[in-house]
């Protein structure tokens, strides 16, 4: 099985240590875009997997270079974080490729189910 490509694009500078923390990219290959205008040009020519867009506490508005990215003809999922609340998120933007949330564990483990399916998480259910 190939490695999945995974980009990362951080707004605000977290350091790629502080997703290894968080996301198993033991069977990736981890592109970690400082910024965002590197990442997106670099999106066809590389063709990554997942996306990952960081923009908590970010002075820039990401709202354009998310655009720029799902304007793209291309099937990659893209993980937007932000700290808008997940529910105004969904009704801001529809795309089927786009995940609109907080930095919360279940997108993580979203992410971490994309890139290794092998290594599905269960979940227990409690009353």
Same mark, same amino acid.
């Not at 033991?26 to 997997?49: A, F, Q, Y």
């Not at 990401?62 to 999922?77: F, G």
């Given at each position: 099985?190939?490695?999945?490509?995974?980009?990362?694009?951080?707004?605000?500078?977290?350091?790629?240590?502080?997703?290894?923390?968080?996301?198993?990219?033991? =069977?990736? +290959?981890?592109?970690?875009?400082?910024?965002?205008?590197?990442?997106?040009?670099?999106?066809? !020519? $590389?063709?990554? &997997? /997942?996306?990952?867009?960081?923009?908590?506490?970010?002075?820039?508005?990401?709202?354009?270079?998310?655009?720029?990215?799902?304007?793209? =003809?291309? +099937?990659?999922?893209?993980?937007?974080?932000?700290?808008?609340?997940?529910?105004?998120?969904? !009704? $801001?933007?529809? &795309? /089927?490729?786009?995940?609109?949330?907080?930095?919360?564990?279940?997108?993580?483990?979203?992410?971490?189910?994309?890139?290794?399916?092998?290594?599905?998480?269960?979940?227990?259910?409690?009353?």
């Amino acid at each position: 099985m190939n490695p999945k490509k995974i980009f990362i694009i951080s707004m605000n500078q977290l350091s790629a240590d502080f997703w290894k923390e968080h996301i198993d990219f033991k =069977k990736s +290959k981890v592109w970690h875009w400082k910024t965002p205008e590197n990442g997106i040009n670099n999106i066809t !020519t $590389l063709w990554p &997997d /997942a996306i990952i867009l960081d923009t908590y506490w970010s002075e820039s508005i990401h709202d354009y270079y998310l655009s720029e990215i799902l304007k793209l =003809k291309h +099937k990659i999922k893209v993980f937007c974080f932000t700290p808008l609340p997940k529910s105004l998120s969904k !009704t $801001l933007f529809i &795309d /089927a490729r786009l995940y609109v949330s907080r930095l919360d564990q279940e997108s993580l483990d979203m992410i971490n189910e994309i890139i290794n399916p092998d290594n599905k998480i269960e979940y227990k259910k409690s009353a």
